[in-house]
């Protein structure tokens, strides 16, 4: 009986390991807990508990170097799997996730990793961007159904046509869209940061994002800015992607973690004020206007820390 105890698990693994249906495992172990995880819940605050709040516009260089891990891949990487052998999915970058997995409910093979033209996940709400009206983000939402959610990373570029018939050549406007997530390499993140007297803490919650960047055409560079997203409608999908640990690849952080744990680099661009929260870019340029937001991130400080007595 003993011997059966000690060496049968061993027959068991080996049989599987030679079996024929036996999957290929990239890696000495299988890698599930990130597929399997759930974004941590935020602590409810309560109006009268909130003795201090500031809206900030920041944006986030995704080419910084801290950032890298919301910018990279480029392209999609895909890990061999099998069904109940290594369920994990490919790793992508912020865009791709939002774009291609949360607006159109692209859906990928978890073996092959080819893109399944006949099967939809779920679709994320989004919002429409007007540049002109960049406060009132959520003011033009997007329906599941509707085929503007194919053209939200489009813009128009300039082409030249050959003209047959009179010879020579003339410009025209034609409907193009990203097919490279490099040019977009910034990201604008409206947060509201909130005292919570409850629990003596300064809290921030990310409210929306939206990405941006310039596309370079024929005629120049086009900028593309294209929606906003509701980011607590995002944290379920965020928290079931991971990013890259530089450090550790045993540790892997989802998404999720890097927001939640501010673990990315920007700078602050506007805060909420009586001039219809216009940009410090406004009123002033250069090396002012990066003072002027360090300035309004160390008021933000200062009032926490005034807080407590020592």
Same mark, same amino acid.
């Given at each position: 009986?003993? /011997? ?5 698990p061993?027959?068991?693994l ?6 024929g249906?036996a999957q !290929?495992?990239d890696?000495?172990y ?5 597929? %399997?995880?759930?974004?941590? =819940?935020?602590?409810?605050i ?7 709040s500031?809206?900030?516009l920041?944006?986030?260089e995704?080419?910084e170097k801290?950032n890298h ?9 895909? +890990?061999?799997?099998g ?6 999915r ?15 409910g692209?859906?990928y093979?978890?073996?092959t ?6 099967? /939809? ?13 960049i406060?009132n983000?959520?003011r ?6 509707d085929?503007l959610?194919?053209?939200l990373?489009g +813009?128009?570029e ?11 050549s003339?410009? %025209?406007?034609v ?5 490279d997530t ?9 947060? &509201?940061?909130?005292?919570?007297k409850?629990?003596? !803490? ?5 409210v929306a994002?939206? =990405?941006?960047?310039?596309? &370079?055409?024929?005629?120049?560079f086009?900028?593309?800015?294209p /929606?906003?997203? +509701? ?12 990013v890259?640990n ?17 673990k990315?680099?920007s +700078?602050i661009?506007a ?12 009123y ?7 003072r %002027?937001?360090?300035r309004i ?5 200062k /009032?926490?820390h ?5």
């Amino acid at each position: 009986m003993k /011997f059966h105890k000690i060496f049968f698990p061993v027959i068991a693994l080996l049989s599987l390991a030679f079996s024929g249906t036996a999957q !290929v495992l990239d890696g000495a172990y299988m890698r599930e807990n990130t597929v %399997e995880r759930t974004f941590v =819940p935020y602590q409810n605050i309560r109006e009268a508990d909130a003795m201090y709040s500031k809206k900030i516009l920041r944006v986030v260089e995704l080419r910084e170097k801290q950032n890298h891990p919301l910018y990279f891949p480029i392209l999609r990487m895909t +890990y061999p799997a099998g069904t109940g052998v290594q369920p994990q999915r490919s790793r992508v970058n912020l865009l791709w996730l939002i774009y291609n997995i949360g607006i159109l409910g692209e859906t990928y093979d978890i073996v092959t990793g080819e893109k399944l033209d006949t099967v /939809f996940g779920k679709k994320y709400p989004v919002y429409d961007l007007n540049p002109s009206d960049i406060t009132n983000w959520w003011r033009i939402p997007v329906e599941v159904d509707d085929p503007l959610r194919d053209d939200l990373l489009g +813009y128009k570029e300039k082409i030249l046509i050959a003209d047959t018939i009179n010879g020579g050549s003339y410009e %025209e406007m034609v409907d193009s869209r990203i097919n490279d997530t490099r040019p977009m390499d910034q990201l604008w993140i409206w947060e &509201e940061w909130v005292f919570d007297k409850q629990r003596s !803490v300064m809290d921030v919650r990310i409210v929306a994002m939206a =990405p941006d960047g310039w596309v &370079e055409t024929s005629g120049g560079f086009e900028r593309v800015w294209p /929606f906003w997203i +509701y980011f607590p409608d995002y944290r379920p999908l965020f928290a079931s992607y991971e990013v890259f640990n530089t450090q550790n690849d045993a540790e892997r952080k989802t998404f999720d973690d890097i927001f939640f744990k501010r673990k990315f680099t920007s +700078y602050i661009v506007a805060e909420s004020n009586s001039y219809d929260n216009r940009l410090i870019s406004d009123y002033l340029l250069g090396i002012d206007a990066i003072r %002027e937001g360090e300035r309004i991130q160390e008021g933000l400080f200062k /009032f926490e820390h005034d807080q407590w007595e020592y």
